[in-house]
């Protein structure tokens, strides 16, 4: 798994992947969170990051599968993804190795961001006067909702040879979990059907994490989604080494 995880990391940052994409979404937050007029911080008058921490999710539901449609797809195409099958690499050494290494690459595009926090904790009045608590809720939110993106975008890439139809797919899936459960739940209105839908959605999970109360069951059920999606992604590299 290791060497696999190497030989990922490094093809991000041997090439101009890497540096695309932390330049992409630290630019987008950085005008959303300092420049633009109707969410930057220096304009509303409250020491928070709200607005970084309500859209930066949106970002990442286009970013993620940028990333990740290549990781099977274009293996697959090449033709390396038969010659790796037939090497003495278990399937979960092959999966684990490159979803770790396109979660990390997130995280380390979402890590600069923690100068915001930094500057405005220091432009509070008094200074710190920030819910901090609830930013490292936030941030905890955002890790995991990266990763299991990043496991949906690997599926993805697992189905298709043609890295366009990953991403497209990769957007379907995330986007489908991120707003489209909520809005079933909305459409629903009440009763078993709508908590379901509700208690699902990404959003959901997302917004009870940055409340500051880091629940367990939060954290599982994102987890637990990561692992459906690398296990639906071992089955579908178990059909193909047949």
Known sequence: MFAIFQKEIGSFFNSLVAYMVMAVFLIAVGLIVWVFPDSNVLDYGYADLNAFFSLAPYVLLFLIPAI????????????????LLTKPIKNWELILGKFFANWILVLLT??????YYISVYQL????????????????????????????????SSSLNENQI??????????FIWYVGFGSISAL??????????????????????????????NVIYLFSLMIFFLFLTHWRVEALRK
Do not use: C, H
Not at 124 to 148: E, K, M, T
């Open 188 to 217: 629903l209105g009440s009763g078993f059907a709508a908590d379901i839908f509700s208690w699902t959605a990404l959003d959901e999970q997302y917004r009870a994490l940055g409340k500051g109360l880091v629940d367990s069951r």
């Open 165 to 174: 139809v990953a991403f497209i797919l990769g957007v379907f899936l995330a």
């Open 124 to 155: 509070g009045n008094p200074s710190g006067n920030i819910d901090s608590a609830a930013v490292f809720g936030s941030y905890i939110g955002l890790f995991l909702f990266s990763g299991v993106l990043v496991s949906m975008g690997i599926w």
């Open 68 to 83: 990740t449609m290549r990781s099977l797809a274009e293996e697959s195409r090449t033709g390396t993804l038969e010659l």
């Open 110 to 115: 979402i890590l600069p961001t923690i100068l």
